[in-house]
């Protein structure tokens, strides 16, 4: 495409951004919609995050994307968050305001457009989460939007998923979720089948024979499995789930739908399906995976 005194310009804040998929998203997604626009990474040195925010500002970029580790961080320098991505505690996902950015949580409704497209309901679910951190903060605060009969938290650290359980029935008004320690998960019940995700880093890239669980008898319980790992696009995880008779999927989609929600909300447009499976194309191409 054609840059010129008009192109508007995206990016992504993060440190480090270098092994970032997002620009083979975003430059396919403008020029096959024929927008003047172009998206690139932008490596921010610790310690100069809000130089970085209000500078972008300045510089009139349309839109920033925040990875790791600022997508807390980044909230104090912002002009408002909208009430998914406050509730979330985290943004992926910055739109001009009238005096600053407003921050907005994409990978949560990313990862709910993936599921809807791989034929996975939450409602009424038995939702087994496996971590308590950020991600799987995220994840919990999702399924209790969208109406999961039950949510199991199942991590390491008891007191960690026990605060989430508790932040998330408050959320949610109701007595939804429960915290398990990592070593009990023989003892979760062996009549209920769960929809699990998996949030943490274990499986991914280097170390890709790691997984949290490696008991064939736990994944018999599994129906679906997500883990938001998207490299290896195929984690022992995913392999685990599939050998125990269910469904699995990676986070390549969520990162695809991520990227999606974030261009729609900066540029006002709709991406159709047929787009997004160009997009879905040039992000695995980048990733070198076909
Ligand atoms: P993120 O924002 O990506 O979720 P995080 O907030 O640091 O990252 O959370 C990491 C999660 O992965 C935690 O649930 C962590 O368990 P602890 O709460 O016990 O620390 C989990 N995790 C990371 N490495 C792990 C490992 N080797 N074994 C078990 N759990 C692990």
Redesign the pocket.
């Known amino acids: 495409m054609e840059i010129n005194g008009c192109t508007c310009v995206c990016g992504l804040i993060g440190n480090p951004v270098e092994h970032t998929m997002s620009p083979a998203i975003h430059n396919t997604l403008a020029s096959e919609q024929g927008v003047n626009l172009v998206y690139v990474p932008f490596h921010v040195p610790f310690g100069q995050l809000e130089e970085a925010v209000k500078g972008a500002f300045a510089l009139n970029l349309l839109g920033v994307n925040v990875t ?1 580790p600022y ?1 807390s961080a980044v909230l104090p320098f912002l002009e408002g968050t909208d009430p998914l991505a406050g509730q979330i505690g ?1 943004v992926n996902t910055l739109v001009r305001g009238e005096r600053g950015f407003v921050g907005y949580n994409t990978d949560m409704p990313g990862l709910y457009r993936a599921m809807c497209e791989d034929g996975v309901n939450i409602e009424g679910e038995m939702v087994l989460i ?8 995220a994840v919990a605060m999702l399924a209790a939007r969208k109406g999961a009969g039950k949510i199991v938290l199942l ?3 008891y007191m ?2 026990e605060s989430l359980a508790e932040e998330v029935n408050r959320a949610a008004g109701r007595k939804i979720a429960m915290a398990m320690a ?1 070593e009990e998960y023989s003892r979760l019940p062996s009549e209920e089948r769960f929809l699990a995700i998996q ?4 499986g991914m890239f280097p170390k890709t024979e ?1 997984t ?1 669980i490696k008991d064939e008898a736990f994944y018999r319980k599994v129906h679906t499995g997500y883990d938001l790992i998207f490299n290896p696009a195929r984690t022992r995880f995913m392999s685990l789930v599939e050998k125990g008779g269910g469904r699995a999927f990676s986070g390549l989609k969520m990162l695809l739908y991520q990227g999606i929600i974030a261009y729609e909300l900066w540029t006002g447009r709709q991406v159709q399906a047929e787009l997004a499976r160009k997009a879905y194309g040039e992000m695995k191409r980048a990733m070198g995976i076909s």
Do not use: S
């Open positions: 790791v997508k985290a496996l971590g308590a951190g950020g991600a799987a903060r991590n390491r650290t960690k998923a990592l949030t943490t880093n274990v790691e949290l």
